[in-house]
């Protein structure tokens, strides 16, 4: 099985829709813990049931959670699969952050052209020229 990390634009702008709402983030939270029916997440919130399936709605489009049917009631577990492509999305971001701020550190202690030195004269140990 060939596991797809890339995200594509259309999948960023669902996954990023989902977490953007406090109740969704909590749900997702959730069902990592454990699998829950629907209703069992909506006797957690004051709104009403088709508030909340509403919701699970929005977080099964963006493929964060996985619902399924047993007798009546809809279960809902979140996908590990999903959370590990955003994740690795977010880390790709992370890396390019870290990198412009290397670039930064690099270039505030270059040397200094005026003294042809990385540090300032005045900041140096007065013994080393003993």
Do not use: C, N
């Not at 919130?45 to 493929?63: I, P, R, T």
């Not at 279960?75 to 880390?91: Q, T």
Request: hydrophobic content about 45%; aromatic content about 4%; charged content about 30%.
């Amino acid at each position: 099985m060939v596991v797809q990390t890339e995200l594509s634009d259309d999948e960023i702008d669902r996954v990023f829709h989902a977490l953007a709402q406090a109740t969704r983030r909590d749900i997702l939270r959730r069902t990592i813990e454990g699998e829950q029916s629907v209703s069992m997440l909506a006797a957690a919130y004051e709104m009403s049931f088709a508030a909340v399936q509403k919701h699970v709605a929005v977080l099964e489009a963006a493929q964060l959670i996985v619902k399924r049917a047993e007798g009546r009631e809809r279960l809902v577990r979140a996908d590990p699969v999903m959370i590990a492509r955003a994740r690795a999305l977010l880390a790709r971001y992370e890396d390019l952050w870290r990198a412009r701020i290397d670039r930064l550190d690099a270039l505030l202690a270059g040397p200094d052209p005026s003294t042809g030195s990385g540090t300032d004269p005045e900041l140096q140990d007065p013994r080393k020229g003993e």
